[in-house]
Nanobody, 124 residues
Framework: QVQLVESGGGLVQAGGSLRLSCAAS????????MGWFRQAPGKEREFVAA????????YYGDSVKGRFTISRDNAKNTVYLQMNSLKAEDTAVYYC?????????????????WGRGTQATVSS
């Protein structure tokens, strides 16, 4: 079982940046592919980004491609989400989770061990 804790959310103006972190417990972190999702009030959970265990393969949702970057530091058991050029529509609770490879990285059903999330709010 992996425990995940997100941090780094906050309030930022449109055009600004935030870096989210997802810290994982356990000694086999480098074996896990990881992903970020987000959920805005009244909307379904949306795929943001995913990364392979060694960090050499990444995936992005269409709405964040070119603005967000997912990365990981396996020595620190941490996955990051660098968010640049933020827009008001990026406002959401951001969650990290472990991708089980059971289906597409864009499918939330393919993830387990969800964290509790961190709120990112972008003011326009």
């Amino acid at each position: 079982q992996v425990q995940l804790v997100e941090s780094g959310g906050g309030l930022v103006q449109a055009g600004g940046s935030l870096r989210l972190s997802c810290a994982a417990s356990g000694r086999t972190f480098s074996q896990y592919a990881m992903g970020w999702f987000r959920q805005a009030p009244g909307k379904e959970r949306e795929f943001v980004a995913a990364i392979s265990g060694n960090g050499d393969i990444t995936y992005y949702g269409d709405s964040v491609k070119g603005r967000f970057t997912i990365s990981r530091d396996n020595a620190k058991n941490t996955v990051y989400l660098q968010m640049n050029s933020l827009k008001a529509e990026d406002t959401a609770v951001y969650y990290c989770a472990r991708w089980t490879y059971s289906s597409s990285p864009r499918d939330s059903a393919a993830y387990d061990n969800w964290g509790r999330g961190t709120q990112a709010t972008v003011s326009s």
